[in-house]
Every structure is written in C-alpha cells, then in structure tokens.
C-alpha cells in the first residue's frame, strides 16, 4: 500500500541558510500534518492543513511557513536556520477534516535536518 | 493544554508481557494512540481506543483506559526481541499531543 513520502530524507545546511522539505501524503488523503522531533525528545506538532487551508498552528517558529498545493502534497519552508533546528521533520497524513473523529494519522519516514 | 506524561525506559526478558503506561491531563480527549517508533524510522500507529471504551484488543496488543484516572496502558503480551523500540502515547483533542515516549529494550 502507499505510504507518505518525504523527502529529502537527510539535508544537511548551514545557520542562515533556507531549507524546503516536501509531504506527499497517502494518496486521497486530505490533510497533511508536520511535527518536528528533536533529539530524544517526542514529536511536536508544528501545523496542519485540510483541503489546502491551515487547519491548525502549534510550535512553530516565524521562521518557518507551510503549505499544501492543489494536489495535496506539502511542502515546510525554514528560513535563517538556527542549529537548534536540527531535527526529524515527520510529515502525516489524513483523510478527513482535523477534530471530527477518529482519524488515524499516517506518518512519513522523516527527513532528518542537520544544520551545521 | 494536554500533557501526556510516560516512564521514561522499560527492559523485559523476551517471552514475558510489557506494560507501557501513559497519564493524560485533558479528560475532552476523545481517541488515545499509541505509536512505535524503531530507531531512524517514522512512527507506526499500533493501536489506538476511543475514550469510552475501557479495553481494546488487537493480537498480542491490550489497550487499557482509566478514564476516570486518565491512565492508559499499553500490554504486549509474549514480548519479542523486534518490539525494542520506542513506544508513545498520544491523545487527540483538536490536534495530537504526543507523550514523551517509553523506550523498551527485550532481552533474550
């Protein structure tokens, strides 16, 4: 079955410098969520969209903005990238509005960002 | 907000059950999770329970919830060397909020 496809799956970049990381979720699946998991730590939620339109906001920095294109696949853009950004971006999706109901969120591999 | 709070590590000797456990604050979640995650990959939906249910069942995987505690629990029964990984719980009000995980290591 298909699964969510990130990639790149490692990028390596240095302080100041920008960074794109692409989603393309399940396929029919609506809703795509980012997270952000620093070393040891749990994964947190950075943003989400259904059909296109931010559903949702969590911790992400200003730096950072989202979006998901007329195919639904997302994309995360970093700018002035700090060494504290160095983590595992995970991407997930879903089929269905966030907050109605179960929705199992699936979970690309991750990229794993190094910034150096 | 919601916090979910987990015991940090977990070592059992292959062939005996585990039981991972998970306090939540936020008594509007509605579905709790729980995911794997093996080293340098994604996370993997296990299973998960909706919050009026007490058990749920899924091969060698037992959920239990304590609503009234907040308490849920993660058993896997006959435990195998492959399930080492770090496992989390999540819960769902508007948006998923993960646990800090439970790394569990099996022995032979």
């Known amino acids: 079955a298909a699964g969510v496809i990130q990639s790149p799956r490692h990028l390596i970049k240095e302080k100041r410098e920008t960074a794109t990381l692409k989603c393309y979720p399940i396929?029919?699946?609506?809703?795509v969520y980012w997270y952000q998991q620093g070393p040891g730590q749990d994964p947190q939620f950075l943003i989400s969209?259904?059909?296109?339109?931010?559903?949702d906001k969590g911790s992400i920095p200003d730096r950072f903005s989202a979006q998901q294109f007329s195919d639904y696949h997302s994309e995360l853009n970093m700018s002035s990238l700090e060494l504290g950004d160095s983590a595992l971006y995970f991407c997930?999706?879903?089929?269905?509005?966030?907050?109605?109901?179960?929705?199992?969120?699936?979970f690309g591999p991750g990229t794993r960002l190094t910034v150096t | 907000g919601e916090d979910v709070e987990q015991s940090l590590f977990l070592s059992v000797r292959e062939g005996d059950s585990s039981v991972i456990n998970c306090t939540y604050t936020?008594?509007?979640?509605?579905?709790l999770y729980w995911y794997k995650q093996e080293p340098g990959a994604g996370l993997q939906l296990l299973t998960y329970i909706f919050s009026n249910m007490d058990m749920k069942q899924d091969q060698r995987l037992t959920v239990l919830l304590n609503k009234k505690d907040k308490h849920l629990s993660l058993r896997i029964a006959d435990t195998q060397t492959g399930d080492s990984a770090i496992y989390f719980c999540?819960?769902?009000?508007?948006?998923?909020?993960f646990g800090t995980g439970t790394r569990l290591q099996v022995f032979p």
């Open positions: 999540a819960a769902k009000t508007d948006k998923l909020i």
């Open positions: 997930a999706s879903s089929l269905g509005a966030p907050g109605t109901g179960l929705y199992e969120q699936y």
């Open positions: 936020d008594s509007s979640s509605t579905y």
């Open positions: 396929p029919r699946h609506d809703t």
């Open positions: 969209f259904y059909e296109k339109m931010q559903s």
